[in-house]
């Protein structure tokens, strides 16, 4: 069963701009992770947020985590065509190492 | 460096056949998942090894699913009598040492067609 919900479930933008995904999740988490998927093959590991961390930054990347409202938001700044993919929170809960992912958020950047 | 490697990256199959997916972690890498993705959807946990061992087989959808990781390296993913629901992408991924915030390292998939 999928733990989280991504939201919208597909974006499209225009090269330069920002792309906010967000995500869901229902039960307590040991941390969040973001993945990015490319043509429904390999995932890619993009960052990891801890349940105490409140936020995040890689490169042209911002992850925020509110526990409290159990939720997360990607933010990809200066977006280019490349970041085209889809986009997957997975979480993490404390004596599990399985992820449990949610149903992905389809980024198209148009160039 | 040589990431996760999996095999075949298509299987077609009818119904009611047998099948084996095939997955090379990265070397040195001790925890081995798999996962199953439907279209359109986010992968959904399968098993877990820690070494040899299972440590997790919970998302097993039922026992015509086994997977096996005898020497602690390569595992095989076995399906017996296969269903069309099975169609599926199967991904594999390894990590480090299983650690909660190890990073999982995913490989390119098994595209799995049941006819």
């Known amino acids: 069963s999928q733990q989280g919900e991504e939201d919208p479930q597909a974006l499209s933008i225009q090269e330069g701009e920002n792309a906010t995904m967000n995500c869901s999740y229902k039960?307590?988490?040991?941390?969040l992770q973001w993945y990015r998927q490319n043509s429904g093959r390999g995932l890619v590991h993009l960052i990891l947020?801890?349940?105490?961390?409140r936020e995040k930054h890689s490169g042209r990347l911002r992850v925020t985590l509110d526990t409290s409202k159990k939720s997360s938001s990607l933010l990809i700044t200066a977006s280019r065509a490349a970041d085209t993919a889809s986009y997957f929170c997975?979480?993490?809960?404390?004596?599990?190492?399985?992820?449990?992912f949610g149903s992905g958020t389809r980024l198209q950047v148009q160039p | 460096g040589a990431g996760v490697s999996q095999t075949p990256s298509n299987k077609v199959t009818e119904k009611g056949k047998y099948v084996e997916l095939r997955c090379d972690p990265i070397?040195?890498?001790?925890?081995l998942y798999w996962y199953r993705q439907s279209l359109g959807q986010g992968p959904e946990f399968l098993i877990y090894?820690?070494?040899?061992?299972?440590?997790?087989d919970s998302g097993l959808p039922n026992d015509r699913f086994f997977a096996v990781r005898p020497e602690g390296s390569v595992s095989t993913l076995k399906i017996q009598r296969t269903e069309r629901g099975d169609s599926a992408v199967y991904l594999c991924?390894?990590?480090?040492?299983?650690?909660?915030?190890?990073?999982?390292?995913f490989g390119p998939g098994t595209r799995l067609t049941v006819l």
């Open positions: 997975a979480t993490g809960i404390t004596g599990r190492r399985a992820l449990t």
């Open positions: 991924a390894s990590s480090r040492s299983g650690g909660a915030t190890d990073t999982q390292y």
């Open positions: 947020i801890r349940s105490n961390e």
């Open positions: 070397s040195g890498h001790t925890a």
């Open positions: 039960t307590s988490i040991n941390n």
């Open positions: 090894f820690q070494g040899t061992g299972a440590a997790d």
